[in-house]
């Protein structure tokens, strides 16, 4: 016979089991719907990145402010008051989300809250408010980076509306978003600017450095330099790049230079002519061995380097991971490399 006293302690069981099962789930549900809600921005935008803008100052040009977003809720803030003797504030640490504001942990008044948005975050006021008067504009963010444009060559065409003649590959610019570093030459120097471009189009070059040869005419080189610390903004139409001041003048265009289409060179090693392969003192011959389309290695002596590859035109630059030093190699019918003394490089496979 049935044990209807036994039947009914399990049916109670079973549906006290079920109710505490449905209770758990829906609690969970709501934690995690109050974990949505609490980091709506981190949850529905792509929110990790760096951003930067020059937002105003009473007594200086302007104050250069760069936000990095780290996965964790981590940030770093730099803060750099325009022409100022002092070096630029740096701030690390943890940030909070509040709807689609976030505020940064150990900082308090001025840049302490950003409400983030589509590739921008706006400074808020110490009370979490936006600025509404005329400086609104000047108050936003971009996020940095534009792949339109960088990591690619520029041969540069006119400089303040004048044609400039050119070789093939000179004068030439590349924006190279891994250490944020503008290449470019005008002769026979090379000009290397620190540079930041943002999402709106806007772009900022700082004094940098250059080689320092006696070219025979420096005049556009000089100009090139001048052009590129008082490009303002950019405009990209198909293969051209058009650089403006503030006033809305143009100062220089640029013409996309074609990359390699064939590949040829990918998984070969390349000998450097005239080296000597069996003297064990000179480690033996310098080589460049190029792994994919975008990472290689090169030897010179005993020491091999790491380096990243940039390939456009008929040219491969080859970018020591660790020193950012650059090598220069032309592309000769498809066939061996040259690269900037003149030596030849030969295929060994």
């Known amino acids: 016979m049935f044990n209807l006293n036994y039947i009914f302690q399990f049916t109670r069981n079973r549906y006290l089991q079920f109710i505490i099962f449905f209770f758990a789930i829906h609690l969970i549900s709501m934690d995690a719907s109050a974990q949505v809600s609490k980091g709506t921005s981190g949850s529905t935008l792509s929110w990790q990145g760096s951003y930067y803008g020059i937002t105003p100052c009473a007594d200086c040009p302007g104050i250069a402010i760069r936000l990095t977003l780290m996965k964790g809720c981590r940030y770093q803030l730099l803060v750099h008051y325009l022409e100022a003797a002092v070096k630029e504030d740096t701030f690390t640490g943890n940030f909070i989300w509040k709807g689609n504001i976030i505020i940064l942990n150990g900082i308090q008044g001025a840049w302490s809250k950003f409400k983030v948005g589509n590739n921008k975050v706006i400074v808020l006021t110490p009370e979490g408010k936006t600025i509404n008067d005329d400086l609104a504009q000047l108050m936003v963010l971009y996020r940095i980076g534009d792949r339109r444009i960088e990591n690619k060559r520029w041969k540069l065409i006119t400089l303040h509306g004048k044609v400039i003649a050119s070789a093939i590959?000179?004068?030439?610019?590349?924006?190279?978003?891994?250490?944020?570093?503008?290449?470019?030459?005008?002769?026979?120097?090379?000009?290397?600017?620190?540079?930041?471009?943002?999402?709106?189009?806007?772009?900022?070059?700082?004094?940098?450095?250059?080689?320092?040869?006696?070219?025979?005419?420096?005049?556009?080189?000089?100009?090139?330099?001048?052009?590129?610390?008082?490009?303002?903004?950019?405009?990209?139409?198909?293969?051209?790049?058009?650089?403006?001041?503030?006033?809305?003048?143009?100062?220089?265009?640029?013409?996309?230079?074609?990359?390699?289409?064939?590949?040829?060179?990918?998984?070969?090693?390349?000998?450097?002519?005239?080296?000597?392969?069996?003297?064990?003192?000179?480690?033996?011959?310098?080589?460049?061995?190029?792994?994919?389309?975008?990472?290689?290695?090169?030897?010179?002596?005993?020491?091999?380097?790491?380096?990243?590859?940039?390939?456009?035109?008929?040219?491969?630059?080859?970018?020591?991971?660790?020193?950012?030093?650059?090598?220069?190699?032309?592309?000769?019918?498809?066939?061996?490399?040259?690269?900037?003394q003149g030596l030849k490089w030969n295929c060994n496979n």
């Not at 030439?172 to 600017?193: F, T």
């Not at 100009?223 to 950019?234: E, G, I, R, T």
Request: with cysteine.
């Open 169 to 340: 590959d000179n004068p030439y610019l590349i924006l190279h978003n891994n250490d944020g570093v503008a290449e470019s030459k005008a002769g026979c120097n090379q000009l290397r600017h620190p540079y930041v471009v943002t999402a709106n189009n806007r772009i900022y070059f700082n004094p940098g450095i250059s080689t320092l040869m006696a070219c025979p005419n420096l005049e556009i080189e000089e100009q090139l330099n001048q052009v590129l610390l008082q490009a303002h903004h950019y405009r990209l139409a198909t293969s051209h790049l058009v650089f403006y001041n503030a006033n809305q003048q143009s100062l220089a265009t640029f013409s996309l230079c074609p990359a390699i289409q064939r590949e040829w060179w990918i998984g070969k090693t390349f000998i450097q002519e005239h080296t000597n392969v069996e003297d064990p003192i000179l480690g033996g011959a310098s080589f460049l061995r190029l792994e994919t389309k975008e990472t290689s290695s090169i030897k010179f002596g005993d020491i091999v380097y790491n380096c990243s590859t940039i390939c456009t035109n008929n040219k491969l630059i080859v970018v020591d991971k660790l020193t950012n030093k650059r090598y220069t190699f032309t592309v000769v019918h498809d066939t061996y490399l040259v690269d900037e």
